[in-house]
């Protein structure tokens, strides 16, 4: 089973609608972070999260929210979708020490 | 100007040669570097992780950095086809785990 895994694979969706994007990890580790990815652009960091109770807004959060529902659960939503926001979203997690794991990516298509 | 710059390719090659990518960099806090592999439609995976200068080596991989000259390469020997694929770089500073990626090279080497 894959460490880092991330529902759904592929969204499409309309403009003005809420969608949840979900992380799960089992490597155990307590940083998670979601960073979206356009061509040409590399990944940029929407937002990051070192435990439970903490929650951090990385280059790009506008537009967008998450919850920590616990160590292994990272959840990215956009609150009202924009044709913008249409990326490549990837999921990411670490420990202290470490380098960044990320999961396969959900392909967002927002009409 | 961006923190990493990247050359996004793409960069064709006949099987067997030797790859060279390379990423620049203006931020000397940098101190850890990494590069992943992308293939089309997956997540990075972990290909190198150095500290600081020097050279690490990993069976048909190099990595290199010379700090000085805030330049970082990533050398492939003996290259296969199953190396098409997008390559990024990655680097942070000792504070903690926050990545900054270039935009990525797109390699594609040819049977």
């Known amino acids: 089973d894959a460490d880092v895994t991330q529902t759904p694979r592929n969204r499409i969706t309309k403009t003005g609608k809420r969608i949840m994007l979900e992380c799960s990890q089992t490597k155990g580790h307590d940083r998670m972070y979601w960073y979206r990815q356009d061509p040409g652009l590399g990944l940029r960091l929407i937002y990051y999260s070192f435990d439970v109770k903490d929650i951090n807004k990385g280059e790009i959060s506008d537009g967008y929210s998450v919850s920590r529902q616990a160590q292994a659960k990272f959840s990215l939503s956009l609150e009202s979708a924009i044709p913008n926001q249409t990326a490549l979203y990837f999921c990411?997690?670490?420990?202290?020490?470490?380098?960044?794991?990320f999961g396969p990516g959900t392909r967002l298509l927002v009409l | 100007q961006k923190e990493v710059e990247q050359d996004p390719g793409p960069l064709s090659v006949p099987e067997g040669a030797i790859v060279s990518l390379n990423c620049t960099y203006s931020?000397?806090?940098?101190?850890?570097f990494m590069w992943y592999r992308q293939y089309s439609r997956k997540g990075p995976e972990l290909l190198m992780y150095?500290?600081?200068?020097g050279n690490k080596e990993d069976g048909r991989f190099t990595a290199q950095v010379d700090k000085s000259s805030k330049y970082i390469s990533l050398f492939i020997r003996d290259s296969q086809p199953s190396d098409s694929a997008t390559y990024l770089c990655?680097?942070?500073?000792?504070?903690?785990?926050?990545?900054?990626f270039g935009g990525g090279t797109r390699l594609m080497v040819k049977p």
């Open positions: 990655a680097m942070r500073n000792n504070a903690g785990n926050m990545l900054t």
């Open positions: 931020n000397s806090a940098f101190q850890y």
């Open positions: 990411a997690t670490s420990s202290a020490s470490e380098t960044q794991y």
């Open positions: 150095t500290y600081s200068s």
